[in-house]
């Protein structure tokens, strides 16, 4: 039998295994850690493949790297101590006098720095309404636009963006387009397929899995992109390194990547069905459900399930509906997403004012239990 090659294989094996890695000393089917900070140079004086400085790359960083790279179809990967720094590195990228057209729903970290400092840095930005073609064909025939920011499906109602419409509309007008694909991840979604030029992730969702890792990745569709070259340059002196340690355990959750998912968005799809008919609940946020405004969309890009993240408006306000999360047993009262446990939160108290989120949304990230101790804890918690 011929011995396949890491192209033939299935992404989920590719996962699993960590793209095959062994030790070549000792056979160890478990990737190691580097943990230096500095590496010799070659005999030569020349300098090992790897660099000689931890900020410039390290072999446990490059292993989680060239994983989502080969995950997401890409050409090459760069890490990030954070998602947020993952996130932000395009926007330290642009250059003074840069516009960019930035969906006015996603990650509330990203709304908050633009706010803070994109003027400062002499780059505008104008919000076009999330999944809507018609708006962001508005701002880039008003403004010539050097990159388009988009996260599908967006933080915290999860609106869908056809990925292909909008990366083919921003290309004809001589744009780039980033997806912050967090929430599908490559199980669900691989927006390079359908024309991204650069894909991100806040590793510490997902991608790890255990809510144990601070960590963000970014992937380009072309390595040699002038963009990307900038992106390359700030990583390298402004210096927000993914740590070893973290690297080390985000290739660990990344072997149970496909696993994960696909349990968490099956136990999503249960919840937001059940959710959908609960008194107790003014509206449920969820592309799975055929009610939603998205559903249609996702259905085109998004493979083996909906993602494990939704969202549900409470009747009443601020006070109803934290008085919900209270009574949360199962579930636990926490920011952040994408681990094994399900988190339950009030969004809007973990947001800043730049933000619309309504002030009766509860954020729900759906972990791996057994479904039906999550419906009762929700059912306990609505009061029905």
Same mark, same amino acid.
């Given at each position: 039998?011929?011995?396949?090659?890491?192209?033939?294989?299935?992404?989920?094996?590719?996962?699993?295994?960590?793209?095959?890695?062994?030790?070549?000393?000792?056979?160890?089917?478990?990737?190691?850690?580097?943990?230096?900070?500095?590496?010799?140079?070659?005999?030569?004086?020349?300098?090992?493949?790897?660099?000689?400085?931890?900020?410039?790359?390290?072999?446990?960083?490059?292993?989680?790297?060239?994983?989502?790279?080969?995950?997401?179809?890409?050409?090459?990967?760069?890490?990030?101590?954070?998602?947020?720094?993952?996130?932000?590195?395009?926007?330290?990228?642009?250059?003074?006098?840069?516009?960019?057209?930035?969906?006015?729903?996603?990650?509330?970290?990203?709304?908050?720095?633009?706010?803070?400092?994109?003027?400062?840095?002499?780059?505008? @930005?104008?919000?076009?309404?999330? &999944? /809507? =073609? +018609?708006?962001?064909?508005? !701002?880039?025939?008003?403004?010539?636009?050097? $990159?388009?920011?988009?996260?599908?499906?967006?933080?915290?109602?999860?609106?869908?963006?056809?990925?292909?419409?909008?990366?083919?509309?921003?290309?004809?007008?001589?744009?780039?387009?980033?997806?912050?694909?967090?929430?599908?991840?490559?199980?669900?979604?691989?927006?390079?397929?359908?024309?991204?030029?650069?894909?991100?992730?806040?590793?510490?969702?997902?991608?790890?899995?255990?809510?144990?890792?601070?960590?963000?990745?970014?992937?380009?569709?072309?390595?040699?992109?002038?963009?990307?070259?900038?992106?390359?340059?700030?990583?390298? @002196?402004?210096?927000?390194?993914? &740590? /070893? =340690? +973290?690297?080390?355990?985000? !290739?660990?959750?990344?072997?149970?990547?496909? $696993?994960?998912?696909?349990?968490?968005?099956?136990?999503?799809?249960?919840?937001?069905?059940?959710?959908?008919?609960?008194?107790?609940?003014?509206?449920?946020?969820?592309?799975?459900?055929?009610?939603?405004?998205?559903?249609?969309?996702?259905?085109?890009?998004?493979?083996?399930?909906?993602?494990?993240?939704?969202?549900?408006?409470?009747?009443?306000?601020?006070?109803?509906?934290?008085?919900?999360?209270?009574?949360?047993?199962?579930?636990?009262?926490?920011?952040?997403?994408?681990?094994?446990?399900?988190?339950?939160?009030?969004?809007?108290?973990?947001?800043?004012?730049?933000?619309?989120?309504?002030?009766?949304?509860?954020?729900?990230?759906?972990?791996?239990?057994?479904?039906?101790?999550?419906?009762?804890?929700?059912?306990?918690?609505?009061?029905?």
């Amino acid at each position: 039998m011929t011995k396949k090659s890491a192209g033939d294989l299935a992404p989920s094996t590719l996962a699993a295994q960590a793209l095959g890695w062994t030790d070549e000393v000792t056979g160890a089917v478990t990737p190691s850690i580097s943990v230096s900070t500095t590496f010799t140079r070659n005999s030569d004086y020349s300098a090992r493949e790897n660099g000689t400085y931890l900020r410039d790359h390290g072999p446990t960083q490059k292993h989680a790297e060239s994983l989502i790279c080969e995950l997401e179809g890409g050409q090459d990967a760069f890490s990030f101590g954070s998602g947020l720094a993952a996130c932000t590195a395009a926007f330290h990228a642009l250059e003074k006098g840069d516009h960019v057209a930035v969906s006015a729903v996603i990650y509330h970290g990203v709304l908050s720095w633009l706010a803070h400092f994109a003027e400062q840095r002499g780059i505008h @930005y104008t919000l076009f309404d999330p &999944g /809507s =073609l +018609d708006s962001l064909a508005d !701002v880039l025939e008003a403004t010539p636009t050097r $990159l388009v920011w988009l996260e599908t499906p967006a933080n915290p109602t999860w609106a869908v963006t056809d990925i292909r419409a909008a990366c083919d509309l921003s290309h004809k007008y001589g744009a780039l387009v980033a997806v912050d694909s967090t929430v599908a991840t490559p199980v669900l979604t691989r927006p390079i397929e359908f024309g991204a030029d650069l894909v991100c992730h806040a590793a510490t969702k997902y991608l790890n899995g255990h809510s144990d890792v601070l960590g963000g990745l970014l992937v380009t569709a072309d390595s040699s992109s002038p963009l990307w070259e900038r992106i390359r340059l700030h990583r390298l @002196y402004a210096g927000p390194m993914l &740590g /070893s =340690l +973290d690297a080390y355990l985000l !290739v660990r959750g990344m072997r149970t990547l496909y $696993l994960r998912v696909k349990k968490q968005s099956e136990n999503a799809l249960q919840i937001a069905r059940f959710l959908e008919q609960h008194p107790g609940v003014e509206r449920v946020h969820y592309p799975g459900l055929e009610s939603d405004p998205g559903h249609e969309v996702a259905r085109r890009q998004m493979q083996d399930g909906f993602g494990g993240m939704l969202s549900i408006l409470i009747p009443g306000g601020r006070e109803e509906a934290i008085a919900v999360v209270k009574r949360a047993a199962v579930f636990k009262m926490a920011t952040s997403l994408g681990g094994v446990e399900s988190l339950i939160e009030h969004r809007k108290t973990s947001e800043t004012d730049v933000t619309n989120t309504p002030q009766n949304l509860l954020r729900i990230s759906v972990g791996i239990e057994f479904v039906d101790d999550l419906i009762d804890d929700l059912n306990q918690m609505l009061r029905f």
